[in-house]
């Protein structure tokens, strides 16, 4: 079930293939080009050695490199496979930077040797949301750590990776309230009762009576079991030898992992909620606990969205879109030694706001191709033809998007895992958005609303003397741009045109061409031309996030560059020239 270019069975060369192109796109390496047969080829010296490989340079200057051709040159001047740890050894950045880079990228490869022995290749056309959400294994498209899981052994990976779709109870923990921070949508008791159920929460409150705890001191924190076997050794030897908390154990409903393995489905009851859970342990390009200021805001967060989407009517009748809601969020030690481990946030569930006749799936399905050689969405282009499904696609995955950010100057990270559509038989309805407490952004300024905005000094003290770009806003419009048209475009809609090109031959130039003709007619339709052009998003170049050069430097938060803008206005006019 791979990425169109992948070697099935062969995921060391993959994950060799992804870093040199990761490399190559940011810069880190410096390679010379030459154009052979519609092939580029890249040569580059690395650590006294040749190295080179063959690709293509598609949209924003992605670069992907034919499967099997990063090779180096050896002592005789022969050509061979290339060592991913010897090439990893002369990167820049620190031997401490490298040697986790290379643990992660082993790791990677472990964890998807393990899938392909254990794991059988099965149909997923028809899969359930939540048999989906287990079965796209592939990983991100770009990072060539996407399943490093560091911390988690072989056990662990079966029993919690989504891949295998086993369901578990959550830990549950007694902390007592003065190490506690919650935003709940109702009062505590109804919150509990309405997600627990009647009968877990009553078999909770029977332990907390026999325990002789408060309601009034001590409030309930759900846990990962893997996180209560990461921490259990510091909880024990500090709040639980101080009788500050109290494990319960296991109890209610079974979830399984999605892909992103943190956020958790409930699998007896779909309707309800999904749960985001901290894990210690990095996956692709960060560690998975929760920031702790996030947690407590998350359901202010998502609540303006979602207002703002429901007062307007384009949503509802032109750009179809959907925010669930990240309604309620409990952090434990938020200023500790423990911030960011013991936390949770509830978030709505997708199938609960279907209407009959429709089904959803997380839109970087779209991107794969599955075990009969054929895209995951061959049968419905085959169905409506390959140019109707394309544009309703494009229309339904970028204008609710472009339209929340241009008319209401608010930018959420719209990436593979973050999306899902609805569609109707495989004709694409509406789009779905989820996970906001720390992937969205605006300018004050630039607001349609300001007035709407959550009041954020009144929500943590940590945001009273933040500077732009520390948290949620920024003076710079650029910011904007760079968060929606990065996830949206540069990381995401690349690999659905990628697709189209590779297994229809649709030239990648009109895909792109397509998404510059809808925002040019968004813009003219609802005059918002001057606000659009405000955020530069035709510019020749435009700086992109630099994911490996963060692995590889680590020193801030971000780093960036620049690329070339495959909506440029004058690139565009120059594919359209005879």
């Given at each position: 079930m791979p990425l169109p270019l992948e070697l099935?069975?062969?995921?060391?060369?993959?994950?060799?293939?992804?870093?040199?192109?990761?490399?190559?796109?940011?810069?880190?390496?410096?390679?010379?080009?030459?154009?052979?047969?519609?092939?580029?080829?890249?040569?580059?010296?690395?650590?006294?050695?040749?190295?080179?490989?063959?690709?293509?340079?598609?949209?924003?200057?992605?670069?992907?490199?034919?499967?099997?051709?990063?090779?180096?040159?050896?002592?005789?001047?022969?050509?061979?496979?290339?060592?991913?740890?010897?090439?990893?050894?002369?990167?820049?950045?620190?031997?401490?930077?490298?040697?986790?880079?290379?643990?992660?990228?082993?790791?990677?490869?472990?964890?998807?040797?393990?899938?392909?022995?254990?794991?059988?290749?099965?149909?997923?056309?028809?899969?359930?949301?939540?048999?989906?959400?287990?079965?796209?294994?592939?990983?991100?498209?770009?990072?060539?750590?996407?399943?490093?899981?560091?911390?988690?052994s072989d056990a662990d990976h079966a029993a919690y990776g989504p891949e295998t779709g086993k369901a578990f109870q959550l830990v549950w923990l007694l902390i007592a309230r003065k190490h506690l921070k919650q935003a709940l949508p109702a009062d505590e008791q109804a919150f509990w009762e309405a997600e627990l159920g009647p009968e877990t929460w009553s078999h909770l409150q029977a332990m907390q009576e026999q325990l002789e705890l408060s309601s009034e001191d001590f409030g309930l924190v759900p846990l990962h079991p893997w996180q209560w076997h990461n921490l259990g050794e510091a909880l024990f030897s500090g709040w639980i030898a101080a009788g500050d908390a109290y494990c319960l154990?296991?109890?209610?409903?079974?979830?399984?992992?999605?892909?992103?393995?943190?956020?958790?489905?409930?699998?007896?009851?779909?309707?309800?909620?999904?749960?985001?859970?901290?894990?210690n342990m990095v996956n692709t390009s960060s560690r998975r606990t929760l920031e702790p200021h996030s947690v407590c805001t998350a359901p202010a967060l998502s609540?303006?969205?979602?207002?703002?989407?429901?007062?307007?009517?384009?949503?509802?009748?032109?750009?179809?879109?959907?925010?669930?809601?990240?309604?309620?969020?409990?952090?434990?030690?938020?200023?500790?030694?423990l911030a960011g481990q013991i936390g949770a946030i509830w978030r709505q569930s997708a199938q609960a706001t279907l209407a009959p006749g429709e089904?959803?799936?997380?839109?970087?399905?779209?991107?794969?191709?599955?075990?009969?050689?054929?895209?995951?969405?061959?049968?419905?282009?085959?169905?409506?033809?390959?140019?109707?499904?394309?544009?309703?696609?494009?229309?339904?995955?970028?204008?609710?998007?472009?339209?929340?950010?241009?008319?209401?100057?608010i930018a959420v990270e719209a990436h593979g895992q973050n999306m899902l559509l609805v569609h109707r038989d495989g004709w694409p309805v509406r789009l779905v958005l989820r996970d906001f407490h720390d992937s969205m952004e605006f300018c004050p300024e630039f607001l349609r609303e300001p007035a709407k905005a959550p009041d954020f000094l009144s929500l943590n003290?940590?945001?009273?003397?933040?500077?732009?770009?520390?948290?949620?806003?920024?003076?710079n419009l650029d910011s904007l741009r760079e968060l929606v048209m990065d996830t949206l475009f540069v990381y995401n809609l690349t690999e659905i045109s990628h697709l189209l090109d590779h297994c229809y031959d649709l030239p990648e130039a009109r895909f792109w061409q397509r998404v510059a003709s809808l925002l040019t007619s968004y813009a003219d339709e609802h005059g918002m031309a001057e606000r659009q052009a405000q955020l530069g998003?035709?510019?020749?170049?435009?700086?992109?996030?630099?994911?490996?050069?963060?692995?590889?430097?680590?020193?801030?938060?971000?780093?960036?560059?620049?690329v070339p803008n495959a909506l440029a206005a004058d690139q565009l006019q120059l594919r359209r020239k005879p």
């Open positions: 099935k069975g062969q995921p060391g060369e993959r994950v060799l293939r992804q870093l040199v192109a990761t490399l190559l796109f940011e810069g880190v390496i410096d390679a010379r080009q030459s154009l052979e047969h519609g092939l580029t080829h890249f040569h580059w010296s690395l650590g006294g050695l040749s190295y080179r490989c063959n690709g293509t340079i598609g949209p924003f200057g992605r670069i992907r490199p034919v499967a099997g051709s990063v090779e180096v040159q050896d002592e005789d001047g022969a050509w061979g496979e290339a060592s991913l740890a010897r090439l990893v050894s002369a990167l820049p950045g620190t031997g401490i930077t490298r040697g986790k880079l290379l643990g992660e990228m082993k790791q990677t490869i472990a964890f998807s040797e393990w899938n392909d022995r254990n794991v059988p290749a099965r149909p997923r056309r028809s899969m359930s949301f939540a048999a989906l959400e287990g079965a796209l294994d592939e990983g991100h498209p770009y990072h060539p750590c996407y399943k490093a899981r560091t911390g988690f154990g296991p109890a209610g409903d079974r979830y399984t992992a999605t892909q992103s393995v943190r956020s958790l489905l409930n699998a007896d009851r779909p309707l309800a909620a999904s749960v985001k859970l901290p894990l609540c303006w969205i979602g207002d703002t989407v429901a007062a307007d009517p384009l949503f509802a009748e032109r750009y179809p879109l959907t925010i669930l809601q990240e309604y309620a969020g409990i952090i434990a030690d938020a200023d500790g030694p089904a959803v799936i997380p839109f970087n399905a779209l991107m794969m191709v599955e075990t009969d050689g054929r895209p995951f969405a061959d049968d419905w282009i085959g169905r409506f033809g390959l140019m109707p499904w394309m544009n309703r696609l494009i229309e339904i995955a970028v204008l609710p998007v472009w339209h929340l950010l241009v008319h209401h100057g003290p940590l945001y009273r003397d933040a500077e732009p770009d520390q948290y949620y806003w920024t003076d998003y035709d510019q020749p170049h435009i700086l992109t996030e630099s994911l490996m050069t963060r692995k590889l430097f680590a020193l801030k938060p971000e780093y960036h560059h620049t």
